[in-house]
């Protein structure tokens, strides 16, 4: 087993005539201890499946793909970046990302501007990120479970997609522990706030809750994007209110409980409430 520390940056040395692709094939622990491609981007990166990868500093390319085949440990706040804007590279994590201990929680922001995320291991299960933030991406897969403090979404033109639990543990009391705004969002898994962690959905296309995306949350529930809502989904709040802007289509059983103390469940106009067999 080989480790391999680069305790320098990487950058591309800005020239057309060469090429800067990245690709790191280690047994070991592979370590980048500053940033790679922030000063000049570069080609793309791919690490092998075998070892660790530590990440404490960023990584840019200049419109290449990202991914990440082993496991990646965050030692510092990471931001990953395909470049944005048109840029159609994408990004991939295979396996687990986790921060580097359970009391340095760790905050993680990736930019894939028109091209995918897809994390197809567990984010967080052996110790927590802090703040994970989707600054622009067109389809994003979180295929297992993501525990972190807070979630953001600031731009998605196609869908984000969460096929397992989402457990979001807020450090400041009553605070947005999950955000997003995008075009659609499908949940297939739990969804739990602590803290008084609300949620908020701006969608301007579909937002789907299936039969095994309930909501479990310590806040609100607010939905206010232009899309609608079609859920089969149980939405339980800790005496907070639960709303929709939009048309809300039920495709199988729904109870929606704000534990029967000051919270309310709204509707807003025009509104259609239809139950559809799946």
């Known amino acids: 087993t080989c480790a391999l520390p680069i305790s320098g940056t990487i950058d591309d040395d800005a020239s057309g005539a060469t090429g800067s692709a990245l690709i790191i094939n280690a047994d070991g622990l592979t370590r980048f201890?500053?940033?790679?491609?922030?000063?000049?981007?570069?080609?793309?990166?791919?690490t092998d499946a075998a070892g660790t990868t530590e990440l404490n500093g960023n990584v840019t390319t200049a419109n290449g793909a990202i991914t990440f085949n082993d496991d990646v440990v965050l030692t510092n706040n990471v931001a990953i970046s395909n470049?944005?804007?048109?840029?159609?590279?994408?990004?991939?994590?295979?396996?687990?990302?986790?921060?580097?201990?359970?009391?340095?929680?760790?905050?993680?922001?990736?930019?894939?501007?028109?091209?995918?995320?897809?994390?197809?291991?567990?984010?967080?299960?052996?110790?927590?990120?802090?703040?994970?933030?989707?600054?622009?991406?067109?389809?994003?897969l979180f295929s297992d479970e993501v525990t972190a403090e807070t979630?953001?979404?600031?731009?998605?033109?196609?869908?984000?997609?969460?096929n397992s639990k989402l457990t979001l543990n807020p450090t400041a009391a009553n605070a947005l522990a999950l955000d997003l705004t995008g075009t659609a969002f499908t949940f297939n898994g739990l969804v739990t706030t602590t803290n008084g962690g609300k949620v908020e959905i701006t969608n301007s296309g579909a937002l789907t809750l299936t039969s095994s995306g309930d909501f479990n949350i310590d806040g609100s529930f607010k939905q206010n994007g232009t899309g609608d809502v079609f859920t089969a989904a149980d939405i339980t709040t800790t005496a907070d209110d639960i709303s929709f802007a939009e048309d809300v289509i039920l495709t199988g059983p729904v109870a929606m409980n704000t534990a029967g103390k000051i919270g309310r469940a709204h509707v807003g106009t025009p509104v259609t409430l239809e139950s559809r067999m799946p």
């Open 33 to 46: 201890n500053a940033n790679v491609g922030t000063t000049s981007p570069i080609e793309s990166l791919t």
């Open 151 to 162: 979630f953001t979404q600031t731009d998605g033109s196609v869908l984000t997609t969460f």
């Open 83 to 140: 470049g944005g804007g048109a840029s159609t590279a994408n990004i991939l994590f295979d396996k687990t990302i986790n921060s580097d201990a359970a009391a340095t929680t760790r905050d993680f922001t990736l930019t894939a501007g028109a091209g995918n995320i897809t994390v197809t291991g567990t984010i967080g299960n052996t110790a927590a990120l802090e703040d994970i933030s989707i600054v622009s991406v067109a389809t994003a």
